[in-house]
């Protein structure tokens, strides 16, 4: 469908644009769709432009001269489908397919035959294209996957995919529309890439009756970007696309190319971009629209390939242009057929024939370039492996691929086991008590809160649906670097550790990468040098600080995926202090000799802002010389936001009311990817480096922290210490880092089976040692956590990069409600013991790494083996009361 657009450029207008196409300057929106406009000479000066483009980004990426496809079968899984797009001629109705002699869904055996007759011809893609979630429309469609002991469509597909990588050895390309986060998750363990086609961001489409998408509830470009960001976050190799002349306006076209762009720079995931044209077919809405008009059609995938740069991989298919026209879509820009198959129809277009790849070859051959075989992932991903390839994939994609990452032509795939990690799904925390017995001591009442499927989702339900894909697989990355501990040194980890040896912090990300996957001997040496670097940086002292946690609520309703401590108001381990029971354990923690008391709480919906300035006032108000470092950086922009302060005023305003410093926590991983996954996004990245930098700016100092072991890979921790130590070199104001690794028993992102359980033993290791080495000379003090990590644990961190072991605590309550079993308090004597068993000498140190004074060191000297819990004089938590004038 042709539309008239109703911008028309001037001729200069023209001239303009292509002048700046041509010198290789970057288009806004409206020279994009000026450019469209181009005809005759114009035309050949844009294709010429984008021409050059293309070229370079081949020769960047180390394939000059070539254009690629995907030798493939077409598998269409099922014709069935919820949405009504006007010019689909591949889905059909119950009615239709039970007149053909069709069942609703292929059978196993049926997909298996299409595969095993594609892997013989030499495919290595196996693409899996289907309607979008049939079962919510056709209850013929659910009572299919009932009578076959699939839950869903979704679970259907990861089944058939897991036996066409064992039975076959062809890689699966999922192309089943409109996917959840946790169907992206449950799909990339068995498919190396993903695709769906965003078509168009016009909305008037989707919400006008009569046109091409009304009615279809998958094609809302909102939720289309959506599922584009998803696979994004996800580390998924996308195939992306937009679909032009279904009733688009030029503006509309250019705004899809720049959303696909956005969507690119910010994940790095869109492996390649399909400027599909639209054919009219018999028996649909649109069977009278007009085809694209090749002229038109050549200047819009030009245009694309201006606007989304060199690095793209832009597509066009081969098919549904007429064989004479094919080397204008050359000229145009593109650099990859799509997929090719010598076997099946293309289901979705059956009208047009694929081409023969030989006579495909002439084509790309006359054009001027080489055609050459790829997977179904491109090569940049291929090369890359995790996190783009899931590992339990990955051995079936090196099998097919050679040195470039392309396919090897002309092998043919084989079977291999793909092995589902072991997840024990029946773990559940200990401690349940009852609801009378306080938390902080006893354990939690409820492994989570009583909100958990509407904030989470269901667990049993999500439990089934997603696969370990954060946790399984990288779990099963940490069983396999156990079994590497007896394997010969690594000479690239030997040359990591003799530069880090001339400098530890100088190392480049990839031969700190390489040092975090060490293990045996070579996680000895790395273990040897971090304590080399220690010594010489800070001496055998393993410094601690005689402290108080005060957790002054655990209600909070941010929704955080990873927090086992947030509970609802009615919940039954809901708590908030009254302000005398927060003065309370001040003066106790005193008179125990502390000189810091460490206060967080949750974000409780009913304190004001101005909480914030009252708990520090009623801590120096009991306690003037006790060390206030409170707040985490989302209360910090919580309490900002409530009282309509800058960051700056509010820490300024909590200064004065007697803040004395920060924890660094909230920081989890510094990366926005992860970060979505684990907090929804609701403290980015940025934001937390604002508040730490704001903080430094007025003098108060903070420690910055690292929560690992969760979604994350060791690419997060490298690039989130790179960030620590540039924001050091512009600030000095933290004062130590501390590690801490997920907690994962009670934790929703764990019971939804996203997160893994936590890091193992060798990446606990290498990550402190490694934080040693790149923050040295920036911060001298690495901690560790016992809390988390027990005295095993801490003993081994202790003789590996860390020198301290952080404060006594007194009381603990996040990581006892995410299932921490390592007690909530360590007595000034534990501690002791703990450093001297490893030939160290103890120091009590104050929250800067001062030293006490007498009197405080006389205190805590007395009660050195009492600790809190002996003295009895524990509090008991009150029923909910808000802090503010209780």
């Known amino acids: 469908m ?20 041509h010198d290789g300057v970057t288009l806004d929106a409206l020279e994009a769709e000026t450019l469209l406009h181009c005809r005759g000479d114009d035309l050949d000066r844009l294709l010429e432009a984008a021409g050059r483009v293309r070229d370079a980004g081949l020769e960047r990426t180390g394939r000059p001269g070539v254009i690629t496809y995907s030798r493939k079968v077409f598998i269409p899984v099922t014709h069935l489908c919820r949405d009504r797009c006007h010019y689909c001629a591949f889905v059909q109705t119950p009615g239709r397919l039970a007149k053909a002699g069709k069942p609703p869904f292929m059978s196993p055996d049926q997909i298996l035959e299409v ?58 390309h999922m192309n089943p529309g409109v996917l959840t986060w946790e169907e992206i998750q449950r799909l990339k363990p068995v498919a190396p890439s993903m695709g769906m086609m965003l078509e168009t961001t016009s909305r008037r489409l989707f919400e006008e009756r009569g046109q091409a998408h009304f009615g279809s509830p998958d094609k809302d470009p909102a939720v289309r970007l959506r599922v584009l960001e998803d696979a994004g976050r996800s580390s998924v190799p996308f195939t992306t696309g937009v679909l032009l002349g279904i009733g688009e306006t030029w503006a509309e076209r250019v705004e899809a190319v720049f959303a696909i762009r956005s969507a690119a720079r910010r994940y790095g995931h869109v492996q390649e971009v399909i400027v599909q044209n639209f054919r009219a077919k018999d028996a649909t809405a649109m069977m009278r629209t007009s085809d694209l008009a090749a002229h038109e059609y050549a200047a819009a995938v030009a245009v ?6 060199p690095g793209a991989r832009v597509q066009a298919p081969p098919n549904l242009t007429d064989p004479h026209e094919l080397s204008l879509l050359i000229r145009a820009g593109i650099d990859d057929w799509g997929g090719v198959s010598p076997l099946t129809p293309d289901h979705v277009n059956p009208e047009r024939p694929w081409p023969e790849i030989e006579r495909l070859a002439e084509v790309t051959a006359e054009g001027g370039y080489a055609l050459r075989e790829r997977l179904t992932a491109h090569p940049h991903f291929v090369r890359a492996g995790e996190p783009w390839i899931d590992p339990r994939v990955l051995p079936h994609v090196r099998a097919l691929v050679d040195e470039h990452g392309l396919a ?21 925390s200990s401690g349940r008590v009852d609801l009378h017995v306080d938390i902080d001591v006893d354990g939690r009442a409820a492994d989570r809160r009583s909100d958990f ?24 990355r940490g069983s396999a670097a156990s079994g590497r501990a007896t394997a010969a040194s690594s000479p690239a980890v030997r040359a990591a550790l003799a ?59 941010t929704g955080c995926r990873f927090c086992a401590f947030a509970q609802r108001r009615t919940d039954a381990d809901a708590y908030t202090l009254s302000m005398q029971q927060v003065g309370d354990r001040v003066d106790e923690a005193w008179a125990l000799g502390a000189t810091e008391i460490c206060m967080q709480g949750g974000i409780h919906p009913d304190l004001p802002g101005t909480a914030y300035f009252d708990l520090a006032r009623e801590v120096k108000g009991r306690r003037p010389d006790i060390h206030l470092h409170a707040f985490s950086h989302m209360e910090v922009v919580n309490g900002a936001a409530r009282t309509g302060l800058s960051f700056r005023d509010f820490l300024a305003e909590a200064q004065t009311a007697g803040l004395d410093s920060i924890p660094g926590t909230a920081a989890e991983i510094l990366d926005d990817d992860v970060r979505w996954v684990l907090t929804k996004g609701k403290l980015p990245a940025a934001t937390w480096l604002d508040v730490v930098r704001t903080a430094h700016g007025l003098g108060i100092r903070s420690s910055s922290t690292m929560m690992y072991g969760h979604v994350d890979t060791p690419a997060h921790w490298v690039g989130h210490l790179r960030t620590l130590a540039r924001l050091q070199d512009e600030t000095g104001g933290f004062t130590e880092f501390v590690l801490l690794p997920f907690i994962h028993a009670n934790s929703p992102v764990y019971l939804a089976g996203v997160a893994r359980p936590g890091p193992t033993r060798q990446e606990n290791r290498a990550v402190h040692a490694v934080s040693r080495l790149l923050l040295h000379g920036r911060i001298d003090h690495v901690q560790t956590s016992w809390v988390k990590l027990g005295d095993d644990g801490t003993r081994a961190m202790l003789q590996g990069g860390a020198d301290d072991v952080g404060g006594t605590l007194m009381e603990e309550t996040i990581s006892r409600m995410a299932g921490a079993d390592n007690g909530s308090e360590k007595t000034s004597a534990d501690l002791r013991r703990l450093a ?8 009590q140190r104050t929250t800067l790494y001062g030293r006490p004074s007498a009197e405080r060191l006389r205190v805590a000297e007395q009660h050195a083996e009492q600790g809190y819990a002996a003295t009895g004089r524990r509090l008991r938590l009150t029923p909910v009361q808000v802090a503010a004038g209780a």
Not at 142 to 155: K, N, Q
Not at 304 to 309: N, Q, W
């Open 304 to 309: 694309t390939r201006l606007v989304l740069g």
């Open 836 to 843: 001297r068993s490893i030939g160290r000498t103890p120091v």
């Open 115 to 172: 595969a095993r007759q594609g892997a013989a011809l030499g495919c290595k893609e196996a693409l899996f294209t289907l309607g979008d979630r049939p079962e919510d429309r056709w209850p013929v469609a659910r009572e299919w996957l009932d009578a076959h002991g699939y839950d869903s469509t979704v679970d259907y597909l990861r089944a058939m995919a897991i036996r066409v990588l064992e039975e076959t050895g062809l890689l699966v």
């Open 499 to 557: 530069r880090a040896a001339e400098d530890p912090a100088g190392l480049t990300d990839a031969q700190y990468l390489t040092l975090l996957e060490a293990d045996g001997d070579d996680l000895d040496a790395l273990a040897a040098l971090a304590d080399d670097v220690r010594r010489a940086a800070v001496g055998d002292e393993v410094g601690y600080v005689v402290n108080r946690n005060i957790n002054f609520t655990n209600v909070c309703y």
């Open 2 to 21: 042709t539309v008239t657009d109703p911008f028309v450029p001037t001729a200069s207008a023209l001239r303009r644009a292509l002048r700046r196409a």
């Open 408 to 428: 090897v032509e002309g092998m043919r795939p084989v079977g291999r086991p793909w092995q589902e990690p072991d997840h024990d799904w029946a773990a559940s």
């Open 453 to 476: 499927e509407d904030v989470y989702g269901d667990w049993q339900a999500l439990r089934e649906e997603v696969d370990a894909a954060g946790t399984g697989a990288r779990s099963q």
